[in-house]
């Protein structure tokens, strides 16, 4: 059964840092594209970063260019590093994969970022 779950997520200062997880179990995360998404209460969910298969290519939003970086360390686990955090940036996160036509989402980790 293919799962994704993340971790990570808490209260944080602006300023500060968090490195968010996204662990993988029934399937080879490494042969496949991952890409992280935040919701903010009110907003629609969007596209923060993706990382592809080999972790060769990264993209980033606007948004997060500068302050975010994805990389993934072996078969199981892609990271956010979330350096530099705003208010803004307060939102559920979650990693995303298509695998073999179907897409699969975790259940997504709490950032808030608040003095």
């Known amino acids: 059964q293919v799962q994704l779950v993340e971790s990570g997520g808490g209260l944080v200062q602006p300023g500060g840092s968090l490195r968010l997880s996204c662990a993988a179990s029934?399937?080879?995360?490494?042969?496949?594209?991952i890409t992280w998404f935040r919701q903010a209460p009110g907003k629609e969910r969007e596209g923060v970063s993706c990382?592809?298969?080999?972790?060769?290519?990264t993209n980033y939003a606007d948004s997060v260019k500068g302050r975010f970086t994805i990389s993934r360390d072996n078969a199981k686990t892609v990271y956010l590093r979330m350096n530099n955090l705003k208010p803004e940036d307060t939102a559920v996160y979650y990693c995303?994969?298509?695998?073999?036509?179907?897409?699969?989402w975790g259940q997504g980790t709490q950032v808030t970022v608040s003095s």
């Open positions: 029934g399937f080879t995360l490494d042969y496949y594209a």
């Open positions: 990382i592809s298969s080999s972790g060769g290519t």
């Open positions: 995303y994969a298509f695998i073999r036509s179907y897409s699969y």
